[in-house]
């Protein structure tokens, strides 16, 4: 089968991927956004379903509320022994590993320690029983990066049974940023391979020694050389069981986040060359049937909430009901959209495409309800008050002890009298457009096109939301379907 890289035109950040047996998965990075850490399935490496995720909700009360750039960073995906294990380190709360019989779930949650500051955790199960953890550190939580660590765990991978000892540094050898360590033993040698340098301006290492805890040989094995593919690094190697190897690495393009690419792995030298000796490539044959399967956008909500649903925190059954066919939102209080947990939002899987929804409202006073672009500023276009009304929204950061500040503007106001509005959001090229029309009128531009902004460590996100500016529970509004169109 020829493939083209991207092989998502989705912000899957930090990739990790798995076979088992003539299966493929794949797992990423999901911040604020929960459930969190997608859960994905191929039978061919390029085409991608969504299957679930591994965590409903982080067990801390503060992400009853969005925690953006905090949550689910950088996860590893294994499978050990009739299990799927999923470890990730949430940066304050500490480690955490999701285990499964089935992919889809249900997924059960084990707090493995308790500690601050680790990030990018990965396992290795040794054939004779013994467990292994490696990973990075966050500077902004403990004042340390750039450095690997290694534990041994109890077999069963929940309990750490020791101090750490530090199996690589990057200040040893000119790398910057080392972190998203994956952990492998193949051919009697152990590896880890772990990017560095940066998100864009990154690469690939690898690292090599006969021995678990070191001392490990260093080599970088994808740098983007003269393409166009920046920083290609972290993600995870995997063979496809017909004699290939390959690596799964993302891409940072801005507001369209982190998107998954494949590379072959030539093994031959003694070390793992991925791409074209060590560049990336934009396309190649896999060898493998196609078995075409995609992730959902559109949702008629028949019956439940589409599984490509995410919302900006811990998910509260009070903030929706399902109408069979049709959601009815209800208006939670914030006095942000930034702010407001009950933001329904998904992935976007293409770089053009329109979003078209149907609402009717029932508001009470300070209701807004509408559809909005979530990103580092956020636009929303909102019914209110006998008019819709285009917002943005500008965040300032203060450093990780103190909350943002979030202002919000008002850019356009059009008088509307009705209860029932159609919205449009189109995206064209890192532009969008606002767009409105009663129920059987014709469309009418709600402000100036803006651009596209990318969120916190995330692609920009599209969604639905519904709140109360003023403190109160208000009303609710229904949605007919959310309809996705002109993909690209």
């Not at 940023?177 to 009697?188: A, C, D, L, M, Q």
């Not at 040989?217 to 393409?227: A, W």
């Not at 914030?334 to 053009?352: E, I, K, V």
Request: hydrophobic share 35%; charged share 20%; glycine share 12%.
């Amino acid at each position: 089968m020829h493939y083209r890289n991207p092989i998502l035109q989705a912000d899957y950040s930090d990739p990790d991927v798995i076979r088992v047996g003539e299966d493929f998965y794949m797992i990423s990075s999901s911040f604020t956004y929960l459930p969190g850490i997608p859960v994905l399935h191929s039978r061919d490496m390029v085409h991608w379903e969504l299957l679930g995720y591994a965590v409903s909700h982080i067990p801390f009360e503060r992400y009853r509320r969005p925690v953006h750039k905090c949550g689910t960073w950088a996860p590893s995906l294994r499978y050990h022994q009739g299990l799927f294990y999923v470890y990730v380190c949430f940066p304050d709360e500490g480690l955490f590993a999701y285990t499964a019989e089935d992919p889809r779930g249900p997924w059960d949650c084990h707090w493995v320690m308790d500690v601050s500051g680790w990030i990018d955790p990965c396992p290795l199960f040794e054939p004779d029983g013994t467990a292994w953890l490696i990973h990075g550190f966050a500077a902004s939580r403990c004042g340390i990066n750039n450095i690997l660590y290694a534990h041994r765990m109890t077999p069963d991978g929940f309990r750490i049974l020791d101090k750490g000892v530090m199996v690589y540094n990057g200040a040893d050898h000119g790398d910057v940023t080392v972190e998203g360590p994956k952990w492998y033993s193949r051919n009697g040698q152990y590896w880890i391979l772990c990017p560095a340098g940066g998100v864009k301006p990154g690469y690939q290492l690898a690292l090599r020694s006969e021995h678990i805890l070191g001392p490990y040989e260093r080599r970088i094995v994808l740098s983007q050389g003269d393409t166009e593919i920046n920083g290609p690094h972290q993600g995870g190697w995997f063979d496809d069981g017909h004699g290939g190897d390959w690596f799964i690495h993302f891409q940072d393009i801005g507001v369209y986040g982190r998107i998954p690419h494949l590379q072959p792995v030539d093994w031959s030298s003694g070390w793992p060359v991925m791409g074209n000796l060590g560049h990336p490539v934009m396309e190649g044959e896999t060898g493998l049937e196609s078995f075409p399967v995609k992730v959902p956008t559109s949702d008629c909500f028949e019956k439940e909430l589409g599984i490509q649903w995410q919302w900006q925190a811990n998910p509260d059954p009070a903030w929706y009901s399902m109408l069979h066919p049709g959601v009815r939102l209800y208006a939670a209080p914030s006095d942000t959209l930034f702010h407001a947990g009950q933001f329904l939002s998904q992935l976007m899987q293409s770089y053009d495409f329109d979003m078209t929804v149907s609402l009717h409202a029932h508001p009470q006073k300070g209701d807004v309800s509408g559809i909005g672009m979530m990103g580092y500023p956020y636009h929303y276009a909102g019914l209110e008050d006998g008019a819709v009304c285009l917002w943005r929204g500008d965040i300032t950061e203060y450093g990780r002890s103190l909350p943002e500040t979030v202002r919000e503007t008002l850019l356009c106001r059009i008088p509307y009298a009705g209860m029932s509005i159609r919205m449009k959001l189109s995206v064209r090229q890192g532009m969008m457009q606002f767009m409105f029309a009663s129920m059987d009128g014709p469309w009418q531009k709600l402000g100036d096109q803006v651009a596209l902004a990318a969120g916190g460590w995330t692609a920009a996100r599209p969604g639905v939301f519904c709140m109360n500016r003023t403190g109160c529970a208000g009303g609710n509004v229904d949605l007919d379907s959310v309809l996705f169109s002109q993909e690209a």
